[in-house]
């Protein structure tokens, strides 16, 4: 069914159709664009727009209409122009005038900012889900491993020691502000466009709080061009996506770094590997580099609807069809993402032992040396160049702090006794680390509580 007969007076092209059809991405919308259309259907009753019989007949049948679709029964016509022409279409098909009575009071501009808003707001729940679910993986590892010492690392080189478990707790600080943002991008996304129709309202007496009632908006868009014109929530909902793919990918690739051989921090489940068609020995954290990749697209979804909206006039332009392909695509790579990365580091086997020993090799007490001199009376830039010189004598000798005999020490300072040993102990070097945010085990224990208190209080 065309909508627009009447001033034709010939038949668009075939190529002009396929062009113009978005029905291969928005009829995933069917749903929303259903959920749409029942709520003005009962306002236009709710006012005497249209019958309440009338209203009646088309709320019935979009049920049925929607329960068809999903069940199978009924296929989406993919040589209509879109899912709102689809569905009015079907409607009118079975009803008739009550049918072509809907549209009264509305237009697609209206009618599909609406409809994504409907579907985004779900796909922000969908996501946090997922969010929800990593996190409470990180804060069980935060527990499990708050007294794995490990190195901490700027530059990529072995700094000072923290703990596994603070380390994943760290990645759960990023994902519970992404879920914030999501919450904050879902705030502004659920207002009700409807009622803004083309883009300049209607002379009918509609009722456009009671539409955002029923669809369980927040409110209304207040400004009818704006209404129809306004795509920021999609550049907002891409943001944050492309933030959480930021996380992601980060997270990859110290994944990537650890289970390599020269690390040998992790090993991931056989169930979450993959292996090399040539090499037999390989076992790849194939998922890791995927979802490190996949970010790009999702940052290049962004720059789409950017860049799709950066010159167009108000109100609606046709330009604007093409924000659906870019956020979708981007909903469902870090769903897919999320997916695959939670199980992946739910099953992997942290290797506490290597972790150990790499933290014994890297001077990272080194500081702590420092903070014992300073213990002793030294200002701290004397005591950092005093242990600077130790730790070069280490380095040429072949041996650590740990092992450095105490007259080496000697050496260096007349301040250093056997305490030196106590301070530079890796255990007592993260224990002493309370500062609020530090790695010190009691300061991750809480903080792995608090988390889980976090999302346990939401539900
Ligand atoms: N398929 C269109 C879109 O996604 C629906 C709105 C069409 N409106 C119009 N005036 N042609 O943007």
Known sequence: MKLWTGRFSKEA???????????????RMYRDDIEGSIAHATMLGMTGIISPEDADIIISELKKIESEITDGSLKIDMEAEDIHTFVEGELTRRVGDPGKRLHTARSRNDQVALDIRLNLVKECESIDELLVKLISVLADMGEKYAYAVMSGYTHLQRAQPVTFGHYMLAYAEMFLRDRERLADCKKRMSRSPLGSCALAGTTYPIDREKTAELLGLDGICHNSLDGVSDRDFIIEMSACLSVISVHLSRFSEEIILWCSHEFKYIELDDAFSTGSSIMP???????????????????????????????????????????????????????????????????????????????????????????????????????????????????????????????????????????????????????????????????????????????????
């Open 281 to 459: 020995q390989k076992k790849n954290p194939d998922i890791a580099e995927l979802v490190r990749g996949k970010s790009g697209r999702v940052f290049g979804d962004l720059m789409t609807i950017l860049t799709v909206m950066k010159g167009i006039p108000l109100a609606y332009n046709k330009d604007m069809q093409e924000d659906k392909d870019c956020i979708f695509d981007a909903v469902d790579t870090v769903k897919a993402c999320l997916t695959a990365f939670i199980p992946m580091i739910e099953t992997m086997t942290v290797k506490t032992e290597n972790l150990r020993k790499a933290a014994a090799g890297g001077f990272i007490n080194a500081t702590d040396c420092a903070d014992y001199l300073v213990s002793k009376g030294l200002p701290f830039r004397d005591a950092y160049k005093i242990t600077g010189g130790i730790v070069a004598a280490c380095i040429e000798k072949n041996t650590t702090l740990e092992e450095l005999p105490l007259e080496e020490y000697g050496k260096f300072s007349d301040k250093f006794d056997d305490g030196i040993y106590e301070a530079i102990n890796l255990d007592n070097c993260v224990k002493g680390r309370t500062s609020l945010g530090g790695p010190a085990p009691e300061n991750v224990l809480r903080e792995a509580e608090r988390v889980k208190k976090l999302l346990n209080d939401e539900r």
């Open 13 to 27: 092209d075939k190529i002009t159709n396929d062009f113009n059809s978005s029905i291969a991405t928005d009829s």
